[in-house]
């Protein structure tokens, strides 16, 4: 059922319509991180704008998933990892199954669930995989990685899978493996998201040069990454004067979408140290207009509440994010959801939301340094109180860009 997948370094696609469901993903090997911490990223598109996180008790292991905000959002998990350090996330790949003509289909949610509640290695995961009733309702790329260094690709079909390993240097030279919305192991002329695979396999190429394998420059470079690959245009070397002068732009093929709902970077466990200290950065709502927020996993711990799901069923964060986010698209009839007005984003006076959130997260990720770098026993009393001034210091933030 395994075969070894050999990857060119370098392929250059392109693809005229692409899904919702258009998710950018990455791994990291440990061999390659500073603190040999695996790392998991997933950039998600959906057609779910109301994205949240959520801790659960209903399987064999404690874990978190990034979940929709829907009444029936919890039977399904869209990334997230539990209490041994496995890590999962998926990426749809539109290219597994072929010829197929099955019927099932849309269970990536449901089996990435039942990873996180009954999985803790790599191996564990294959033997689902391997084990589960055929067939399994699934096309997708998900990425994997656990507390025993384990940092692997399965392009999965309903039948099969194929294993890419991120430690294996014949397949990731560089220690690092990329995929958006087609596989390796499938036909190379069908799929999607070959645009945003090529922007997302640079940033990581230059991370893995300067040794930039950090959360907040991985965020900002991946779901904030504002260079189209195709056209080698960063919407950044032009600024807008002004946020009250509009300047629409063509917004399709970058990894930030429309349809960009969330981020997860999971770091997993470091080098000598304990699954427990697998901690994941999120960005709750659309990845331009919210600030990331870091989550540990504990029994004693709950989750911040402006990414859990609140009263009225939404995510705070989220519900701030996407209030700005309609400032950035604020036209909705014909094709104006395809044009940004980036003068709201970033301008040359500074006052863009997304330069005030990267001003705000300066002390986010500084704060939070000392609670997950090393390898020293998870704080849960330092992050009880570091949570306690993080929702504080974010909800202030959005009150003052009302």
């Given at each position: 059922m395994r075969r070894i997948l050999f990857l060119p370094i370098f392929i250059f696609l392109l693809c005229v319509v692409a899904p919702s469901?258009?998710?950018?993903?990455?791994?990291?090997?440990?061999?390659?991180?500073?603190?040999?911490?695996?790392?998991?990223?997933?950039?998600?598109?959906?057609?779910d704008p109301?994205?949240?996180?959520?801790?659960?008790?209903?399987?064999?292991?404690?874990?978190?998933?990034?979940?929709?905000?829907?009444?029936?959002?919890?039977?399904?998990?869209?990334?997230?990892?539990?209490?041994?350090?496995?890590?999962?996330?998926?990426?749809?790949?539109?290219?597994?199954?072929v010829g197929d003509t099955t019927k099932l289909m849309d269970q990536e949610g449901v089996l990435m669930k039942k990873a996180l509640q009954c999985c803790a290695t790599l191996r564990d995961f294959e033997n689902l995989l391997d084990t589960l009733p055929k067939p399994l309702g699934i096309d997708a790329n998900f990425g994997v990685i656990d507390a025993l260094g384990g940092a692997a690709y399965y392009e999965a079909g309903n039948y099969k899978y194929v294993k890419a390993d991120a430690n294996n240097p014949l397949q990731a030279p560089d220690g690092f493996l990329v995929r958006s919305n087609h596989s390796f192991s499938g036909k190379l002329d069908k799929g999607y998201g070959f645009i945003r695979y090529q922007t997302a396999y640079a940033v990581l190429a230059e991370a893995a040069a300067a040794k930039q394998f950090s959360p907040e420059y991985l965020l900002n470079h991946i779901?904030?990454?504002?260079?189209?690959?195709?056209?080698?245009?960063?919407?950044?070397?032009?600024?807008?004067?002004?946020?009250?002068?509009?300047?629409?732009?063509?917004?399709?093929?970058?990894?930030?979408?429309?349809?960009?709902?969330?981020?997860?970077?999971?770091?997993?466990c470091p080098r000598g140290g304990s699954p427990s200290q697998t901690m994941m950065w999120?960005?709750?709502?659309?990845?331009?207009?919210?600030?990331?927020?870091?989550?540990?996993?504990?029994?004693?711990?709950?989750?911040?509440?402006i990414v859990s799901i609140g009263n009225?069923?939404?995510?705070?964060?989220?519900?701030?994010?996407?209030?700005?986010?309609?400032e950035c698209f604020p036209i909705e009839r014909g094709s104006g959801k395809k044009y940004i007005n980036f003068s709201i984003v970033e301008n040359r006076q500074g006052t863009g939301v997304l330069q005030k959130i990267r001003k705000v997260e300066k002390l986010v990720f500084q704060k939070a340094l000392p609670l997950w770098k090393g390898n020293k026993k998870l704080n849960v009393e330092a992050i009880r109180a570091y949570n306690e001034w993080l929702e504080h210091y974010i909800m202030h933030f959005y009150d003052d860009v009302k």
């Open positions: 469901e258009a998710c950018t993903t990455f791994l990291v090997s440990g061999k390659y991180t500073p603190d040999g911490r695996p790392l998991l990223y997933k950039h998600r598109d959906t057609g109301n994205n949240a996180l959520k801790k659960f008790t209903d399987g064999k292991y404690l874990y978190i998933g990034l979940i929709n905000a829907t009444p029936n959002g919890s039977n399904e998990v869209w990334g997230g990892y539990n209490e041994t350090g496995f890590a999962i996330i998926n990426s749809a790949a539109y290219t597994n199954n779901s904030r990454n504002l260079t189209h690959a195709l056209t080698g245009k960063n919407m950044e070397d032009h600024l807008p004067a002004s946020a009250e002068n509009s300047d629409y732009r063509f917004f399709i093929d970058y990894i930030p979408r429309n349809s960009s709902a969330s981020a997860v970077l999971i770091a997993g999120s960005l709750i709502g659309f990845p331009l207009t919210t600030v990331a927020v870091p989550v540990w996993l504990d029994n004693k711990l709950e989750l911040p509440q009225n069923g939404h995510a705070w964060m989220c519900d701030a994010a996407l209030r700005l986010k309609k």
